[in-house]
């Protein structure tokens, strides 16, 4: 089994930037990607973001695109998720997630986090 320690998150004003980290219990080839996804209260969680750690190829989702970008760091297993240019209805709890590729991630995770809450004020 794997988890997934996600930190970050908070509360921010419309227009601030964010950074979101999760790190990887271990290696496996359940995390060659890892990605983020989003719960808004009320609503189904969705992808957000995914990223392939041996390549670096990246997927957003089109609500974030030009905005969010995710990142890795291969020495700690440790994936990124930095956003800008906030808005008030990227609030949510932002969960981690891993998988094989990212595809997998994007659409059946094999590990999540636990998740926390990102509160973007206007």
């Known amino acids: 089994q794997v988890q997934l320690v996600e930190s970050g998150g908070g509360l921010v004003q419309a227009g601030d930037s964010l950074r979101l980290s999760c790190a990887a219990s271990r290696r496996t080839f359940s995390t060659n990607a890892m990605g983020w996804f989003r719960q808004a209260p009320g609503k189904e969680r969705e992808f957000v973001a995914a990223i392939i750690r041996g390549n670096g190829s990246t997927r957003y989702a089109d609500s974030v695109k030009g905005r969010f970008t995710i990142s890795g760091d291969n020495a700690n297993y440790t994936v990124y998720l930095q956003m800008n240019s906030l808005k008030p209805e990227d609030t949510a709890v932002y969960y981690c997630?891993?998988?094989?590729?990212?595809?997998?991630?994007?659409?059946?995770?094999?590990?999540w986090g636990q998740g926390m809450q990102v509160t973007v004020s206007s």
């Open positions: 997630a891993s998988g094989k590729t990212s595809t997998q991630v994007a659409n059946k995770p094999d590990y």
